[in-house]
Each structure stands twice: as C-alpha cells, then as structure tokens.
C-alpha cells in the first residue's frame, strides 16, 4: 500500500516563503510522476505543480508560475513544494499525489494516491 505523509506548510505573510515535503512509502518512488494540488475554502481543487518520475520536466500552474517549484529527492523519497512570493490568494489546503505513470497530468482524476492534506494559510 502506497502511502504519501505531507509535512510543513503553515502560515505565512504575504511575500513570504513556505516549504511542504510530501515522503512516500510502500511503492517504488521511481515509478510515480508526481503533482501538488491545492484546494480554497469553496473553491475546487486545482493542479499546482506536476513533475515527471524522472525528475527532468515539470510544469507549473500560470497562477504559480515563476513561484513555486517541484523537487523530487529519490534518497529520501520525497517530493518537494517550495513557495515564495506568496499572496493570500495561495490560501488552501495543498495536497500531494503520485501516479503510476512517467508523465505527471493536470487532472486529479489521473492521480492513484494522495496524501492527507496541509494547510498553508497566507495573511495580508
């Protein structure tokens, strides 16, 4: 059983920086592409950032653009979201998913785990 366990996140001021880890465990870490997701109080849950089990592409949201990036560690089996710039509208709870397949994909419905959840919050 393919677990993925998120840590970090948290508040932060606008402008500010943030970091979220997402470790997965159970699975082979070279076998899944990898996406963030993020979904505001109301809102729908939307595509981040997403990056290939490879490591070498990755593509971003326009809305995060220029931003927030994806890493991917194989030692540690971890996967990567680092934030700067931020403005509250990054406001939500970002979740971290991994899919049985090289190519990462924008839609939430390609994606076979997810991890729980973090809540970044971002004051004006």
């Known amino acids: 059983q393919v677990h993925l366990a998120e840590s970090g996140g948290g508040s932060a001021q606008a402008g500010g920086s943030l970091r979220i880890s997402c470790e997965v465990s159970?699975?082979?870490?070279?076998?899944?592409?990898m996406g963030w997701f993020r979904q505001g109080q109301g809102k729908e849950r939307e595509f981040v950032v997403g990056?290939?089990?490879?490591?070498?592409?990755?593509h971003a949201a326009d809305s995060v653009k220029g931003r927030f990036t994806i890493s991917r560690d194989s030692a540690k089996t971890t996967v990567y979201l680092n934030m700067k710039a931020l403005i509250p509208e990054d406001t939500a709870v970002y979740y971290c998913a991994a899919r049985s397949s090289t190519v990462y994909s924008p839609r939430h419905s390609d994606y076979d785990f997810w991890g729980q959840g973090t809540q970044v919050t971002v004051s004006s």
């Open positions: 159970g699975g082979t870490f070279a076998d899944y592409s």
């Open positions: 990056l290939s089990s490879s490591g070498f592409l990755s």
